[in-house]
């Protein structure tokens, strides 16, 4: 198998557009346009899709009656990697992404998003420095049904994409908005009778494309700050004494990430150990606190009453 990154194919994918939404609009009141979205067929070209990224907000999904809720997801045709560098722990440039997925035995195509190295101001006034932020298409060879790709293909890529921060692109509803300014690149990879190659939602076990970093796992400190299910207050973990429900800490809560952003998604809770942790329900996930802030009176009684 050979990869080239400018040959021109005939080969064609699907992807769901809404012509509905106009095109001067922002992307919270886009995410309002639940129905209208239509099925169409784009030519695996870069400037077909340059055009239609910089014009289109897409869903990777053929949607029931062109309607966008999780229930109406009847088949999805793409992986999507949404790539935010949010995490510091794991972060990576555009170059640096480019550089190891070129060599992958599957075709992809990237764009960058419309917050790509813009300085953010966060709700709490807290201003963060431009970080790459983009978004990779990985057309399948096979369309698959939501309840698969949240499980076998999504712990696939989660396990060996150490890049991905945002899991909720996982989710067949996800819709995506128009990036007008967004810089692409596209990947060809071609077999030996010269057919490009789709990625296989069947060879999940074959296909672990190489990556050169490791993810490490994201825990939290006894400091961070949660807010309760009212959507109001905040409390500090180290506040906390019971199983409490709360907004993950670690999700963007908004239309495009969300499909009910307003509505809580997690829990926090202490295991008998003293351990405290947070179960997300959007990224069907848990994260630990860090090992040593944990009582360590309380880990040593647990250890001793299970030796019983």
């Not at 990985?138 to 369309?143: N, Q, V």
Request: glycine share 4%; hydrophobic share 30%; proline share 4%.
């Amino acid at each position: 198998m050979k990869t080239t990154e400018g040959t021109l194919h005939d080969k064609t994918i699907s992807i769901s557009q809404n012509p509905n939404i106009p095109k001067d609009i922002d992307k919270a009141d886009a995410a309002q346009y639940a129905d209208g979205w239509e099925l169409t067929q784009l030519t695996w070209d870069k400037d077909i899709l340059t055009d239609f990224v910089k014009t289109q907000s897409y869903v990777c999904a053929k949607l029931k009656d062109g309607h966008r809720s999780k229930e109406s997801v009847e088949e999805v045709y793409h992986v999507v990697l949404d790539i935010d560098n949010k995490d510091k722990q794991n972060t990576i440039t555009l170059e640096e992404f480019k550089d190891i997925a070129h060599q992958w035995k599957f075709s992809w195509f990237l764009h960058t998003t419309t917050s790509h190295q813009k300085k953010i101001i966060t709700d709490k006034g807290e201003e963060l420095e431009p970080v790459d932020k983009f978004r990779v298409l990985i057309p399948l060879s096979k369309s698959i049904k939501r309840d698969f790709l949240f499980n076998e293909v999504k712990n696939h890529f989660v396990k060996h994409y150490p890049f991905i921060d945002d899991p909720t692109s996982f989710q067949g509803e996800r819709y995506y908005f128009v990036s007008k300014e967004a810089d692409t690149d596209i990947h060809h990879s071609i077999d030996s009778t010269g057919e490009l190659v789709f990625f296989n939602p069947d060879n999940i076990d074959k296909e672990k494309p190489s990556a050169t970093k490791k993810k490490k796992e994201k825990t939290f400190d006894l400091d961070l700050l949660v807010t309760l299910e009212d959507g109001v207050t905040t409390k500090k973990i180290s506040e906390i004494t019971e199983k409490t429900i709360i907004f993950c800490p670690f999700c963007t809560h908004d239309q495009e990430h969300r499909g009910n952003p307003n509505s809580h998604n997690a829990f926090v809770d202490i295991n008998p150990a003293g351990q405290f942790f947070i179960y997300c329900s959007s990224e069907d996930k848990t994260y630990w606190q860090r090992g040593q802030e944990i009582d360590p009176e309380r880990y040593k009684a647990f250890l001793e009453y299970n030796k019983r």
